[in-house]
């Protein structure tokens, strides 16, 4: 029996990138330094490690101008390249891109209250050529590219000022750009503090004598600025404006039906979704609450600030959608760089394990929980490809995985589950975020360089591309 794969109408097929894994230029048009300027790659063995930041090698990397050590310094150079792009994303068919701005593009600073005009130049020149290639943009207003003076200076997001500079910052693009722009997501992936070894807070774990005191905190700062954002959009009275958050989807499933794995994917899970339900929900929950007095954290706050997190709720919920793993109480514990992999589940080089047909799995939990529009920020395999004699990319593995999680989705669809659009990520091949190296690639689109950006960085259509250009022409029906 065919099975009917076609996709709603009004559903988008897109992809998603973001700034400082894809511009480079990071010294053009008046750009400030940021922190992913500042990451060195890791080396081929120690690819599932992170990019590190430490404190004291700030000042030394800053002043280094071997731009070759530090990739996302260059990238794919899409700050230039960005017109011959889209018109292959175009050729593709994408209905949206997700891309991000540059905080330091437009307050090099962070704290200035005047914007720099050349970087608004570069994103008016960009959001218009993303939609005259018929395509919606997305944005992420802070994807990680904290500038370096706001950590120097300030201490990053654990200091209460940030929240002003955020919102700031926020005000002038939403001002600018609410007529083009309808979905905003204010921070990329919230949750994942305590994932990620570099610090995108801007707090390093070496200066703080509690660690998660400092962390929980600077988040209260971040859903304050959230809420200070949505405040802002409602004064502007268009309703067509959207303002989101994002998670990255970490929810764990037990490992057995033992109930101490049971009860320990159930705490996981509550530690995830405590941002969502502060942001969708509106306060902080009873069993966050237990959770810090248990842990001695306490955050400082007011009845104001509750009432503004109360009164300015988030529009939507994205996600971004990678791994799925299962926590086994005998090794796994409430820290989530601990888990199990299922032994079914293919891994890539990155030791990341990939299973599309749990999506929905997922999507029912944030659905249910919060009744309101969804959107797959990134989805996407990250792998080790080369081009070969005749300068063709196959990526079978990637058609697979999307095939796995497109079906998926189309029956939370189906089931009513409402997801507005789909990013892929990535369009093109970028910088890795976490490991900072070229040869972990996504994309549909081939960008000839390697991990030190030597290459000639032209681009080759990979496999994949032709695949997702149909699955986009057919709305899902040749899935
Ligand atoms: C998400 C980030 O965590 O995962 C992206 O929002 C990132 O910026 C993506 O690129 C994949 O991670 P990585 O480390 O493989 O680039």
Redesign the pocket.
Known sequence: KKINNHFPENFMFGAGM?AA?AEGGFNEGGKGISIPDLHKAVSPDKRKEHCQLNERDIEAYMQDTNHDLYPKRKAIDFYHTYPEDLKLMAEMGLQCLRISIAWTRIFPKGDETKPNEAGLAYYDRLIDEIIKNGMQPIITIF??DLPIYLVNQYGGWQNPKLVDFYVNYAKVLIERYHHKVKYWICI??IN?LFFEMFPSLGVFKENCDNYQQVCYQSIHHQFLACAKVKQFAKSLQDSDLMIGTML?DCLAYPYSYREKDILLADQRNQLQLFYSDVQLRGSYPAYILNYFKEQGIKIVTSEAELRLIKENTMDFLAL?Y?YTFAVNADKDTLDPKTFTINPENKVNE?GWPADGKLMIHNLRTYYERYQCPLIIA?C?I?ELEQLDEQQHVHDPRRIDYYKECLMSLNDALKEGIDVKAFCA?SPID?V????GEMS?R?GFIYVDLDDHLQGSGKRYKKDSFNWYKEVIRTHGDSL
């Open positions: 973001c894994q994807h990680y990329n992936q994942l990255a971004s990678y990155w990134e996407g990250g990520w970028l890795s975020s976490g490991s972990k996504y």
